[in-house]
């Protein structure tokens, strides 16, 4: 993805590089492409914090964001419908516990944020 340059907004929304960012149920900003195509859902820093992956977030998503939260656990029932991400940024959670095969949906995924570290303090 191109880097942004400007954010315009306008009437709550806002327009990235051509693309509408909109806000969505539980402060949520997406950059959505061509027929509700989800390339980016940025959801981090939410108040109250997400405490688990919201599932109203459309699954066509590529980059999700979930920094920021108060995520306990991943569970292959929060991920398995998200088969196109490729980016996946988990950091400043209270993550205690990932599900054996909570990725196994996500062949696609790319870059796992503060997950290495993670998988570090469980050996």
Not at 9 to 33: N, P, Q
Not at 89 to 104: P, R
């Amino acid at each position: 993805m191109d880097k942004i340059h400007c954010i315009f907004f306008r009437e709550g929304r806002a327009t990235v590089m051509g693309h509408e960012l909109l806000l969505v149920k539980g402060d949520c900003w997406l950059i959505e492409g061509d027929k509700g195509y989800v390339w980016l859902a940025i959801c981090s820093q939410n108040q109250p914090p997400y405490e688990t992956i919201p599932q109203h977030i459309n699954s066509t998503v590529h980059d999700l964001r979930l920094n920021e939260n108060k995520l306990k656990a991943v569970l292959f029932t929060s991920m398995y419908r998200f088969t196109n991400l490729t980016d996946l940024n988990l950091t400043k959670n209270d993550i205690s516990y990932i599900e054996d095969g909570a990725f196994a949906g996500q062949a696609n995924l790319q870059v796992w944020d503060q997950l290495s570290t993670f998988f570090g303090k469980l050996v």
